[in-house]
């Protein structure tokens, strides 16, 4: 029992770890691409909850390094005396949720530190990029200087796909509402054929 929820947890980090290679590569090449191309309006993102979420990711990887660093700990204990681990299975689970921790915390931080802007193939925001064609919605709030991008032929009412609120500064608001309605017929063309 004990090496089943060792290879359980190191096969769940693998995979944490295999995904958030992916994700982070991606970010990257869409912020070099960004910080390539022209930069159309420049976006603010509210990125306090990327920050506060990363921030009780790395509290969760610090109890999960100091739990795997005491060795008298009742985590420790209780691991032993319920799956009958041994010290060095029950050390090598908690290394291997302090990976899936660490891979929790990395996409978040990559949002926090991520640039967002609207360029003439698109927009970037929160790491990654969003071509007009793969766009069905919008709305522009006048009053808090911000819009709302949706992926899904839903609209802003399913989550899926939902980007926003985008904030921008007073003097561009005329800009972003030209460039969206300029692009609003490509929104509007996009057939998904399956």
Known sequence: MGIAVLVLSAVLAAAFLAVIARYCLRAVRAQTKLYNSIQLVVLKNAKVQYLAAAALSAALLVLCIVLAALPGSGARAYL??????????????????????????TPLLIMYFSRAAIVDRGIYIAGRFIDWHRLYYYYVDEDKHSFILSTNKKGPYALKGVFGPCRFDRI???????????????FLTHYDIR
């Open 172 to 186: 561009d608001e005329e800009k972003v509402k030209f460039i969206l309605n300029k692009n609003r017929n490509k």
């Open 80 to 105: 032993i005396r319920l799956y009958g681990m041994s010290e060095p299975a029950v050390t090598a689970t908690f290394v291997c949720l302090c990976l899936i921790w660490f891979s929790v915390a």
